[in-house]
């Protein structure tokens, strides 16, 4: 079973510039989600999309960050403008519902470095 | 709120034992359990779905105690292969919104 998709791996932007990653969770999967790690803290949960509604994107800086996920499968984040701050991996997951059950799976992650 | 994790980090001799724990300051559904190594993803571990559940994996086993809104994860004779950051992540009543520890890093030593 393919796991979760990411690309790219590694970007190197300058600030104020823009920046999209793109995922392919697992085939399957309703629930997609976008995960910010900065260097030494645990994720934080930027966004969290049912199929290809948004269920909660409380913690998204909505003024720099947007995302979406059109027809229910592959998801876009995207950073404009970009800030130092930004600088982290960005891990997208998915898991096949929203029940507290359901394993989350993780891709490796993109790197982003704001400099 | 971000689940607390203790302790933040910890030095093992192959063989011994360690405990980390996972406090919340809300009541909660589910707790899972993952092992991040540098520069790779988070790994699922285990869940616990109920208050009171034990788990085990191999020598890596978890409880959950709701009414403490805590979890522990237990490691037993630790191998080198379980270096690592450990986060828990915990469901809150009813949102399903997973939110990830402050991380363990554990360390094992030949």
């Known amino acids: 079973e393919a796991g979760v998709a990411q690309s790219p791996r590694y970007k190197i932007i300058e600030k104020r510039q823009s920046v999209a990653f793109w995922c392919n969770p697992i085939s399957g999967h309703a629930t997609l989600y976008w995960y910010q790690q900065i260097l030494g803290q645990g994720p934080k949960l930027l966004i969290q999309f049912q199929n290809n509604g948004v269920v909660d994107d409380s913690q998204l800086p909505k003024d720099r960050f947007s995302a979406e996920r059109l027809k229910g499968v592959d998801s876009t984040l995207k950073i404009q403008p970009a800030k130092l701050e930004d600088s982290a991996v960005y891990l997208c997951?998915?898991?096949?519902?929203?029940?507290?059950?359901?394993?989350?799976?993780f891709g490796e992650g993109s790197w982003l470095t704001v400099v | 709120q971000q689940p607390v994790q203790s302790p933040q980090a910890v030095i093992l001799r192959e063989g011994e034992d360690a405990v980390i724990n996972c406090s919340s300051s809300k009541a909660l559904y589910s707790v899972h359990w993952y092992r991040q190594k540098h520069g790779e993803a988070p790994v699922f571990l285990m869940i616990?779905?109920?208050?009171?559940e034990q788990k085990g994996h191999e020598k890596i086993s978890a409880s959950f105690n709701e009414k403490k809104q805590q979890s522990s994860l237990y490691l037993t004779a630790s191998q080198l292969s379980y270096s690592g950051t450990y986060f828990c992540g915990t469901d809150t009543s009813g949102t399903y919104k997973y939110i990830f520890g402050t991380g363990t890093r554990l360390k094992v030593l030949a």
């Open positions: 997951a998915s898991s096949l519902g929203r029940a507290s059950g359901n394993t989350i799976y």
């Open positions: 616990l779905l109920k208050g009171g």
